[in-house]
T-cell receptor
Framework: AQTVTQSQPEMSVQEAETVTLSCTYDTSENNYYLFWYKQPPSRQMILVIRQEAYKQQNATENRFSVNFQKAAKSFSLKISDSQLGDTAMYFCAFMKFSGGSSGDKLTFGTGTRLAVRP | ETGVTQTPRHLVMGMTNKKSLKCEQHLGHNAMYWYKQSAKKPLELMFVYNFKEQTENNSVPSRFSPECPNSSHLFLHLHTLQPEDSALYLC?????????????FGSGTRLTVV
């Protein structure tokens, strides 16, 4: 079974600064997908960024980027130019590849609560 | 609003009550999921439905009973719950089970068992 570990329960960052959230995972699979989801106070889980394990290039979405280290099984999220609207819970998630363009179930970590200070 | 709607938003129920949570999506998705979110714990996958058929039951107690009458609707029927069942219950959907671009989530039902 896969496990996802987020070792930082809470983080804080000054507005406009950069913050990095950590995530490690344990799997014996070679092909899989990794995700970061954001859950603001509205409680709606929103997909932030996605990484395919077979791609060496780190995924980037505007101010959000990842540092994917496959050998170390590490998948950190970097938020640049932090904004007040980035305040939320951030969840790292893993999905095993199962063929074609499909995977298996999403497995989540415990989350990191990020507060952006004005 | 992402396209997955959950009702009610909040629910307080006694241990002897029977209630139901509802999830609805009109995204044309064929897979639907129930997750339980408790503080300081990973999200727990409870049930998976793929094309209306239940494909996953993660050892969920029988006091939780899912129902999927069609691909657009998912229910979670609750009866004789325990205080430890208090949590945020999230519904999600995807085009098919294991869609590798991830799931679309609703805003959840905050359940309190008293």
């Amino acid at each position: 079974a896969q496990t996802v570990t987020q070792s930082q329960p809470e983080m804080s960052v000054q507005e406009a600064e950069t913050v990095t959230l950590s995530c490690t995972y344990d799997t014996s699979e070679n092909n899989y997908y990794l995700f970061w989801y954001k859950q603001p106070p509205s409680r709606q889980m929103i997909l932030v960024i996605r990484q395919e394990a077979y791609k060496q290039q780190n995924a980037t979405e505007n101010r959000f980027s990842v540092n994917f280290q496959k050998a170390a099984k590490s998948f950190s999220l970097k938020i640049s130019d932090s904004q007040l609207g980035d305040t939320a819970m951030y969840f790292c998630a893993f999905m095993k590849f199962s063929g074609g363009s499909s995977g298996d179930k999403l497995t989540f970590g415990t989350g990191t609560r990020l507060a952006v200070r004005p | 609003e992402t396209g997955v709607t959950q009702t009610p938003r909040h629910l307080v129920m006694g241990m002897t009550n029977k209630k139901s949570l509802k999830c609805e999506q009109h995204l044309g998705h064929n897979a639907m999921y129930w997750y339980k979110q408790s503080a300081k714990k990973p999200l727990e996958l409870m049930f998976v439905y793929n094309f209306k058929e239940q494909t996953e039951n993660n050892s969920v107690p029988s006091r939780f009973s899912p129902e999927c009458p069609n691909s657009s609707h998912l229910f979670l029927h609750l009866h004789t719950l325990q205080p430890e069942d208090s949590a945020l219950y999230l519904c999600a959907s995807s085009p098919w089970m294991g869609f590798s671009n991830g799931y679309t989530f609703g805003s959840g039902t905050r359940l309190t068992v008293v």
